[in-house]
């Protein structure tokens, strides 16, 4: 059985690089009707907090993902122990007493010398005997693994290919603190190990921490998985992506009202190839359905907010059903100070859902629908302070008086005017426009005015008015 995980610390907010890595190894693991694990990788104590746990699991949730199993590895810092225990036992790990400062002493020797630092090694050949006067006086230690010299660790990665790294390159790293806590490249071995994960799937920014992962594994007996290392995402640029980029965070985009099967679709295409050229909308069925490890590329993906944002869109048009777009839209609408029932929301969002691209941008848009009065910007001003915008607006009123407003109602009331005094069209809608959004530009003034009630419109229009007295 194919079983992956997704192993994130709850030190930040759920980065869009770590969200394509949880999607992909759920849609690997989905695809071969395998198990999908969450764990949560919380052995850092000082910048682990319950706080970050719980956002990322209602980030993970809120993406579509549902996991198999659940752990946190400080709930595991027994069975850490037993395996440290037994590495020591087996003469693959040793207790190290080095100080900071004995540490930090060959660090600047190595730059002195203008070489790599890695760690002497010179408590590797501790008797057993001088460990325990050292342990009964208390000195504080760690725990090292005791890595072999001038080995070539080799691994075939399934998108990578062939690596070989020397383990000259890194020499004995720490597998426990010395207050207790186990380090990632231990803890992640005896977790995936004992969990029975079958493929990782993670950063290529953990290629460096594999060779010292393989040799933990052979040195307990494990059998070691497949390694799937993801190319990094990048910005336009081809930078790393960072703030300056936009949003990476998860939490981001809901605030900003991604759908988040929108921007699960999009994460999804990010580094990968789909079987079908030029389709880009998949379901999250269909895309279990087509994964393949074999088609996610080897070079880094290049993040396009506006590629994103448009993919949204596509969403909120045509995708998701109206009475969905509700359910997303009202809580937006309330957290903007916004007041309607539902029956109204909808509506409006069947006329205008083409006109918006993200839930925040329709608030803000389709604002002359749920406010009492608009304020006009200095265009608009400059529209209704014009003679003709205030013959167009009586004209409209005395039209509307006794009749049921359409949006083909609008359109002929408007050719009417138009006809009569001799005007522009654009003259008609800039004044109509301005009266009723304060504004020269926005949603349809013919859908406006069918969805508005028709005392809402009579009372801007007579309020416009006043800026011509």
Not at 157 to 163: A, N, P, S, T
Not at 336 to 353: C, F, K, N, P
Not at 444 to 457: A, Y
């Amino acid at each position: 059985m194919v079983i992956t995980r997704f192993a994130p610390s709850p030190t930040g907010y759920l980065h869009l690089g770590n969200a394509r890595t949880a999607i992909f190894s759920y849609l690997f693991a989905r695809h071969h009707k395998g198990k999908f694990i969450l764990r949560i990788e919380d052995t850092d104590r000082e910048r682990s907090t319950k706080e970050f746990e719980d956002m990322l699991i209602e980030d993970l949730k809120w993406l579509g993902l549902e996991w198999d199993e659940f752990y946190r590895q400080s709930e595991r810092f027994e069975i850490y122990k037993e395996y440290a225990q037994k590495l020591i036992e087996s003469g693959h790990a040793y207790p190290c007493f080095c100080t900071l400062e004995e540490l930090e002493e060959e660090r600047k020797k190595a730059e002195e010398r203008g070489v790599p630092y890695r760690y002497s090694g010179k408590c590797r050949v501790l008797s057993r005997e001088e460990v325990e006067v050292l342990k009964r006086e208390n000195k504080p230690y760690t725990i090292r693994f005791k890595v072999p010299d001038n080995t070539m660790v080799v691994f075939e990665d399934l998108i990578k290919g062939h690596i070989a790294i020397n383990t000259d390159d890194f020499g004995d790293f720490v597998i426990v603190r010395s207050d207790g806590t186990p380090t990632y490249n231990f803890v992640v071995v005896v977790d995936d190990a004992l969990m029975g994960v079958t493929h990782v799937i993670r950063g290529e920014d953990h290629i460096p921490n594999t060779p010292k992962q393989i040799l933990i594994y052979e040195a307990l007996g494990f059998k070691v998985p497949a390694f799937v290392h993801l190319p990094v995402i990048l910005g336009e640029d081809r930078s790393k992506l960072s703030k300056r980029h936009g949003a990476v965070s998860v939490r981001n985009y809901r605030e900003e009202g991604y759908l988040p099967e929108a921007l699960f679709n999009y994460l999804c295409l990010l580094g990968w190839s789909s079987p079908e050229e030029g389709r880009e909308i998949y379901s999250k069925e269909e895309f279990i359905k087509i994964f393949r490890l074999e088609d996610i590329n080897s070079s880094p993906a290049i993040f396009n907010k506006e590629k994103l944002k448009w993919l949204n869109g596509v969403y909120i048009r045509e995708v998701v059903s109206l009475e969905r777009l509700v359910d997303e839209f009202i809580p937006f609408l309330q957290k903007a100070g916004y007041e309607a029932d539902r029956e109204y929301v909808r509506r409006v969002l069947q006329s205008t859902r083409d006109s918006f691209e993200t839930l925040k941008e329709g608030v803000d848009r389709l604002k002359p629908f749920f406010v009492e009065e608009v304020s006009y910007s200095e265009e608009a001003i400059s529209v209704l302070e014009n003679e003709t915008s205030r013959i167009v607006l009586e004209a409209f009123l005395q039209r509307i008086e006794d009749i049921d407003l359409t949006q083909e109602k609008v359109k002929e009331i408007a050719k009417e005017i138009q006809k009569e005094l001799k005007i522009k069209a654009k003259d008609i809608w800039h004044a109509l426009r301005a009266s009723l959004t304060g504004k020269l530009e926005g949603v349809g003034v013919d859908i406006l005015c069918s969805i508005l009630p028709k005392e809402r419109i009579k009372k801007r229009i007579l309020r416009a008015l006043q800026l011509y007295s």
